[in-house]
């Protein structure tokens, strides 16, 4: 069983404040993937990351893949109300393997 | 172009009776996932299709969860003798998997869920 462990499990923070998040794992992933849920709708893909070690970036968000490929990072500069929602990491072992998620972590941002 | 499309959006049903839930993919996708959410936590597993292969049940709950998915299109995921347990929302996504140096997988793109509710 591949588990991803995501810390912490609720945040809330005052809008401008920094923040970091991780998913961790025991087991070595292909391939990593973040998605942010808001109430109501399906979750949408933020980024995938591939290889150990990489550093992609989307405007604020900034994620991290480790170099043994077990574990991620999401890390927010000066966050902002519309970043509130629920991070799913998941994970995939494989190109047809089937994605396992986390359990996400609760973002609120306060204005 | 049209994303994933579930229905019914919401279902309210009695305990002890059988639903199903329709998911559309996007045409030309390959997987196909289905997942239940509690309110407020993380998606869990409970069926994946990927193209002709025979699809992984691995994570339905029990025997009174069955799905299908006819001609590598359409999936629907059936519930026999609801439990009030069995309420969540239940999401399905699709993707067309890829390979790229033999290790990647395409996004998951997701419908806006069933939402069930067993009273």
């Known amino acids: 069983t591949q588990l991803l462990e995501q810390s912490p499990q609720f945040l809330s923070i005052q809008e401008g404040e920094n923040l970091t998040v991780y998913c961790n794992s025991s087991s070595v992933f292909s391939s990593l993937q973040w998605y942010r849920q808001e109430p109501g709708e399906g979750p949408v893909l933020l980024v995938t990351v591939v290889t150990g070690g990489e550093v992609k970036k989307l405007k604020r968000l900034t994620f991290q893949f480790g170099d043994a490929r077990k574990d991620s990072s999401l890390h927010i500069t000066a966050a902002q109300p519309g970043d509130t929602g629920l991070y799913l990491c998941a994970g995939a072992t494989g190109a047809n393997s089937k994605l396992t998620f986390g359990k996400g972590i609760t973002l609120s941002v306060r204005p | ?119």
Do not use: M
């Open chain 2, 1 to 119: 172009g049209a994303g994933v499309s579930q229905s019914p959006s919401n279902k309210v049903t009695e305990k002890g009776k059988d639903v199903e839930l329709r998911c559309d993919p996007i045409s030309g996708h390959t997987a196909l996932y289905w997942y239940r959410q509690s309110l407020g936590q993380g998606l869990e597993f409970l069926i994946y299709f990927q193209g002709n292969s025979a699809p992984d049940k691995s994570g339905l709950p029990s025997d009174r969860f069955s799905a299908e998915r006819t001609g590598g299109s359409v999936s629907t995921l059936t519930i026999q003798r609801t439990q009030q347990e069995d309420s969540a929302v239940y999401l399905c996504a699709s993707s067309f998997t890829t390979s790229i140096f033999g290790s990647y997988n395409s996004p998951l793109h997701f419908g806006n869920g069933t939402r069930l509710t067993v009273t």
